[in-house]
């Protein structure tokens, strides 16, 4: 597949022309992949060696470890907090 359209099926019987640019390559076989990225400049010739590899296993998922808990709620206060207050300002003329 090149940018994600299939060409054929390998091996190729001849060359693959595309536009100059960036573009994507990729083989599939029986759940196998390989992909990788080209620049193809115009007139140039770009040679290209694909590797199947089969994906990756996901992690497997262990039990859930459990949040630590939360703090302690403060009781409130029963008096008053005072909090300090700036006013500033200019005196009229």
């Given at each position: 597949?090149?940018?994600g359209?299939?060409?054929?099926?390998?091996?190729?019987?001849?060359p693959?022309?595309v536009?100059?640019?960036e573009?994507?390559?990729?083989?599939r076989?029986?759940?196998?992949?390989a992909k990788?990225?080209?620049?193809a400049a115009?007139?140039?010739e770009?040679?290209?060696s694909?590797v199947?590899?089969?994906?990756?296993?996901p992690p497997?998922?262990g039990?859930a470890?459990?949040?630590p808990?939360?703090?302690?709620?403060?009781?409130?206060?029963?008096?008053?907090?005072l909090?300090?207050?700036?006013?500033?300002?200019?005196r009229?003329?």
């Amino acid at each position: 597949m090149i940018d994600g359209a299939v060409v054929g099926v390998a091996p190729l019987e001849g060359p693959v022309f595309v536009e100059a640019g960036e573009h994507s390559v990729e083989a599939r076989l029986a759940g196998k992949r390989a992909k990788v990225e080209v620049k193809a400049a115009m007139g140039a010739e770009v040679p290209i060696s694909l590797v199947l590899v089969a994906p990756a296993a996901p992690p497997k998922a262990g039990p859930a470890k459990p949040p630590p808990p939360l703090p302690p709620v403060p009781e409130p206060s029963p008096e008053r907090s005072l909090v300090p207050l700036v006013i500033l300002g200019r005196r009229a003329r």
